[in-house]
């Protein structure tokens, strides 16, 4: 069956039924699944001494950057709707993975260097699991770009209203303190600002407030 986005509802149709935004979420784990697997053959690549540092944090760099295009274009309805702003803000989050935020994780370019340095072990061919676990977090902050995307999409079509829905694994405490309650949609946490940080797996729905229109279920 082919999808369809229906810009009124917002959200994905499949054989004219509406995909609800729990279900949708599943093609956004999907797309980390698989640039989860790639950047792990990335790592193990590099373990094994295939190529150096800095041919790995340039693969690291182009998946990343495919990865969070990916997950924006879904969350808007298909990469034909993304805008120049739109490509913005995805430039901002990209950049913000590879180069770190100040008091809250060093970004790929410091765990490149953090190789380079010995952390993991004395050179590439020689490297400990460390290497794995460490890139294996770097797809998971697809998940932030995608939920995050959606609010803002629908924040532009009339939401006024939004809530935290828990995902399906352990929650943390954040989490389950701020779902199931409805707030205006720019008072949302928004999704990474949870302890759980980049493995938090919530859902946010948003609703209309006002007119015509059903919140998403």
Same mark, same amino acid.
């Given at each position: %069956? &082919?999808?369809? +986005?229906?810009? !009124?509802?917002?959200? +994905? ?5 509406? @995909? ?11 797309? *980390?699944?698989? &640039?989860?697997?790639?950047?792990? /053959? /990335?790592? #193990? ?7 150096? =540092?800095? !041919?790995? +944090?340039?693969? /690291? ?7 969070? %295009? ?8 298909? *990469?034909?709707? %993304? ?8 430039? #901002?989050? =990209? ?19 953090? *190789? ?11 490297? &400990?699991?460390? =290497?794995?676990?460490?890139?294996? %977090? ?10 995050? #995307? ?10 006024? #209203? ?31 600002? &949870? @302890? ?8 946010? @729905? ?12």
């Amino acid at each position: %069956m &082919s999808a369809s +986005y229906d810009e !009124e509802e917002l959200a +994905y149709r499949i054989g004219g039924r509406e @995909v609800s935004a729990l279900r949708q979420k599943g093609a956004c784990e999907a797309i *980390i699944r698989q &640039s989860n697997a790639n950047i792990r /053959l /990335l790592a #193990e690549r590099l373990q094994r001494g295939e190529f150096g =540092v800095g !041919e790995f +944090y340039a693969s /690291l760099q182009r998946e990343t950057k495919t990865l969070h %295009m990916a997950q924006a274009a879904l969350a808007r309805g298909g *990469i034909d709707r %993304m805008t120049p702003r739109d490509w913005g803000r995805v430039a #901002e989050v =990209v950049f913000e993975q590879w180069n770190g935020k100040t008091g809250k994780f060093p970004g790929l370019r410091a765990f490149a260097e953090d *190789i380079a340095r010995g952390r993991y072990g004395a050179r590439p061919g020689e490297l &400990s699991s460390g =290497v794995l676990d460490r890139a294996g %977090m770097a797809a998971q902050a697809g998940r932030a770009t995608y939920e995050n #995307e959606r609010v803002t999409h629908a924040s532009e079509n009339g939401h006024e #209203e939004g809530q935290r829905v828990l995902g399906a694994v352990d929650n943390c405490p954040d989490c389950r303190e701020w779902a199931g309650q409805w707030k205006p949609i720019d008072e949302l946490e928004p999704i990474g600002s &949870s @302890v759980c940080g980049v493995r938090c797996h919530c859902v946010i @729905v948003t609703r209309r407030t006002r007119g015509l229109g059903r919140f998403q279920r």
